[in-house]
């Protein structure tokens, strides 16, 4: 047994098949090329180590793996802990924290009952990075109808980016109303306002009726926020979205004729609101939507569904 510094067997449960220690101060001698402990029992550990305050088991190599574990039928480690981690991993500047790799099966699997199977955290980078060759660099799966297999949340900004093309095979939910781009907008507006074309490319308040340079109303008014925004560019105050499509709370004005449900509306001298288009010859080209609530007079603020006409 040249290869082996000790061998030991025990069939008795309260004692160790190996015991060694050092008491001398140099280096602890580890065979090269063999095995500097090695512990063997039919039905018991291989190897116990316990510790009332330090570590259990210490192993460290200056070249290799500092600790290896194999098994031909059950998982090579298993790691509990009543408190703490399970497992912990760390790692200098150039290495993994945690490695695990496999030929047919998961390089990693958690499973967790009532927490997060698998958790990942970073204060620099990705919390989570998934990259694959030949699949999906990341999959997810949920069985519940009302979860989603992979979800992003970020109050306070993005919660998803692609960078690539997208494709849906199902339903797209959006949770709310209208379709909207975004538009440079020269002076003070609010949501709800009808907005025309100025020489310049911008948007303003609509100020005469029937004004065929009518583009739409801005969105946010009301319940009804925008579904999707179209030229969303970052840092640009004066930029607002204009509901191009759908559903839009939108300031009208009565006093010129009363507005009912189902009538065609079009941009009015008061600055900023809409009135009923009335006469179709100058309608062409100015309409801005159909109302889906009525107003007898004055003005207000009406629910309408935008068609641009």
Same mark, same amino acid.
């Given at each position: ?6 061998d %030991? ?10 015991? %060694?220690?050092?008491?001398g ?23 116990h ?40 991993g760390?790692? @200098? ?36 990075v ?12 949920s ?16 919660? @998803? ?17 209208d ?14 306002e009808?907005?025309?074309?100025t020489? %310049? ?20 008014? %009301?319940s ?78 009406i629910?309408?569904?935008?068609v641009?006409q």
């Amino acid at each position: 047994m040249a290869d082996k510094i000790l061998d %030991g067997t025990s069939s008795q449960t309260n004692q160790a098949a190996v015991k %060694g220690e050092f008491t001398g101060t140099g280096p602890t001698y580890v065979h090269d090329g063999g095995k500097g402990i090695q512990g063997r029992s039919q039905n018991g550990y291989g190897v116990h180590g316990t510790s009332v305050v330090g570590r259990g088991v210490v192993a460290e190599s200056d070249t290799n793996y500092g600790l290896r574990a194999t098994s031909r039928t059950l998982s090579a480690a298993r790691c509990s802990s009543s408190e703490g981690s399970g497992v912990e991993g760390e790692a @200098g500047s150039g290495g993994d924290g945690v490695r695990g790799t496999s030929i047919s099966g998961n390089g990693v699997h958690g499973i967790s009952d009532v927490g997060r199977g698998v958790y990942g955290q970073s204060n620099m980078q990705a919390g989570v990075v998934g990259e694959s060759n030949q699949f999906d660099g990341v999959f997810g799966i949920s069985h519940h109808p009302n979860h989603a297999g992979v979800s992003g949340h970020n109050p306070g900004g993005m919660a @998803g980016f692609f960078n690539g093309d997208v494709v849906v095979t199902g339903d797209i939910r959006l949770l709310n109303a209208d379709l909207a781009e975004d538009f440079d907008v020269t002076d003070k507006t609010e949501p709800g306002e009808v907005m025309v074309l100025t020489e %310049g490319g911008t948007l303003t308040q609509c100020s005469k009726a029937y004004d065929k340079k009518v583009v739409g109303v801005l969105s946010g008014a %009301g319940s009804y926020k925008p579904g999707i925004i179209l030229d969303k560019q970052a840092n640009s105050a004066a930029r607002k979205p204009v509901a191009m499509m759908g559903k839009v709370y939108c300031k009208v004005d009565a006093d010129t004729a009363p507005i009912e449900m189902g009538d065609m509306l079009t941009s009015s001298a008061t600055p900023g609101y809409a009135m009923k288009a009335i006469d179709p010859s100058m309608a062409f080209g100015a309409v801005i939507g159909k109302a889906l609530s009525s107003l007898n007079k004055g003005k207000g603020l009406i629910p309408i569904l935008v068609v641009l006409q």
